[in-house]
């Protein structure tokens, strides 16, 4: 069966845009074609595509499958396209990649520098996000890659082990004997897991928030209290002290993202940069 490529064009249009209005206008169709082009395609392939209600679109299952088959034909064919016209200009397209504060910043961007110096036409896209909400970002196709602390348990997503990164008790070294600690948000589960650990207890009964890894080191230096934080972001913070080295909450990081039949050219490299930078930085 050959699909009808206006159909999956139309489809293409919607699963981006998540709204009919947009994507018919992208395309230049109305919006009783493009109802039609998904009803035919929906037809054709004997399954739901989206779920729709007055307020919002979302994709089903077979829908996030099509739209990853959809993303891999459009890079096999954009990559064809480079090679037959010998633009030598090297990888194109755009790069997607999520993962939680502390790596993103301080071990993402660098390890891809030179990745991005070398391919001028490469268009990037991170996104800093909770731990609870990365893996959702995968499975919606938002991101083409995710750095985690676990790793995936179903054959469709691979999983690259990064390393280890350690968190330790931080303190100011004006305010080292405020008892109250800081963490992301109430639903973050650093501060109570170091607790757990080391202390045999839950997280502290005084808690105030900062949303990101940076807010939380600002807060440490400025007093506002404690917090669990990544050995590797605040060895050269000369205000803060770590204290009680000795108890350390380890976190595993992973590089998961779907196995496909066929991986755009950048694809080894961006693994591979990323596992070796971050080898290199966790085993210092």
């Known amino acids: 069966m050959k699909l009808n490529s206006s159909h999956l064009e139309a489809f293409y249009a919607i699963a981006r845009t998540l709204n009919f209005t947009r994507a018919a206008e992208e395309i230049h169709v109305t919006q009783s074609a493009l109802s039609q082009r998904i009803a035919k395609l929906e037809e054709e392939l004997e399954t739901t595509l989206f779920i729709r209600d007055r307020s919002s679109v979302k994709l089903t299952e ?3 499958t099509l739209l990853r088959y959809c993303e891999r034909a459009l890079v096999g064919e954009s990559e064809l396209l480079e090679t037959l ?8 397209g755009m790069l997607r990649i999520g993962g939680f504060s502390s790596v993103m910043r301080s071990l993402v961007v660098p390890a891809l520098k030179k990745i991005m110096h070398s391919n001028p036409n490469l268009s990037v896209e991170f996104f800093t996000k909770e731990l609870r909400e990365l893996n959702d970002l995968l499975r919606r196709s938002e991101v083409d890659y995710i750095l985690t602390n676990q790793k995936s348990e179903t054959p469709d997503i691979e999983s690259i082990f990064l390393g280890i990164e350690e968190n330790v008790l931080v303190a100011s070294k004006k305010y080292s004997d405020l008892e109250i600690y800081l963490d992301h948000d109430p639903s973050d589960p650093t501060t109570s897991g170091f607790f757990r650990q ?3 207890s839950d997280r502290p ?3 105030r928030y ?3 890894v940076y807010g939380l080191i600002d807060g440490v230096k400025n007093g506002y209290g404690k917090a669990i934080l990544p050995r ?3 060895e050269n913070e000369k205000d803060l002290e770590i204290q009680e080295p000795k108890k350390i909450l380890k976190v595993s990081v992973y590089l ?3 196995h496909q039949p066929y991986y755009r050219k950048i694809h080894e490299r961006v693994v591979q940069d990323i596992r070796t930078h ?3 930085r966790f085993s210092d």
């Open 85 to 92: 016209k010998g633009t030598g200009e090297g990888a194109s």
């Open 62 to 64: 077979a829908g996030l």
């Open 278 to 280: 971050f080898q290199e």
């Open 232 to 234: 590797h972001l605040i």
């Open 198 to 200: 080391n202390k045999g």
């Open 205 to 207: 009964k005084k808690m």
């Open 256 to 258: 998961n993202f779907f």
């Open 210 to 212: 900062l949303d990101d």
